[in-house]
């Protein structure tokens, strides 16, 4: 009886314990990752952001023609700080689109 439950006891630190180890170190290695369908959702959305403040900057510049009066509270005239974040996107995008050649 007690050579068995030594034998499984070998058995479980040597095969089962790294075998637990090693099914969730690739889990998470897995989860840490972003998918090519997340990767699909995000340039979907990267390109409809970009469309939408382009509208948007119409739409503003529209109105300021109109009313002389009215402030637009997103775009500063003649700044460039205003698109930024959308220029690192593109910026990253060139990026992405070089290295998957």
């Known amino acids: 009886m007690d050579e068995i439950f030594g034998a499984l006891m070998v058995a479980v630190v040597f095969i089962g314990l790294p075998w637990v180890i090693l099914h969730y170190i690739t889990k998470w290695k897995?989860?840490?990752?972003?998918?090519?369908?997340?990767?699909?959702?995000?340039?979907?959305?990267?390109?409809?952001?970009?469309?939408?403040d382009?509208?948007?900057?119409?739409?503003?510049?529209?109105?300021?023609?109109?009313?002389?009066?009215?402030?637009?509270?997103?775009?500063?005239?003649?700044?460039?700080?205003?698109?930024n974040p959308l220029h690192e996107l593109d910026r990253m995008m060139a990026e992405k689109e070089r290295n998957a050649r």
């Open 30 to 52: 897995t989860a840490a990752s972003i998918t090519g369908d997340d990767e699909e959702l995000l340039d979907e959305l990267y390109h409809l952001a970009r469309r939408l």
């Open 54 to 83: 382009e509208r948007m900057d119409t739409v503003e510049r529209l109105v300021a023609s109109d009313n002389p009066e009215f402030k637009a509270p997103r775009i500063r005239h003649d700044k460039e700080i205003d698109n």
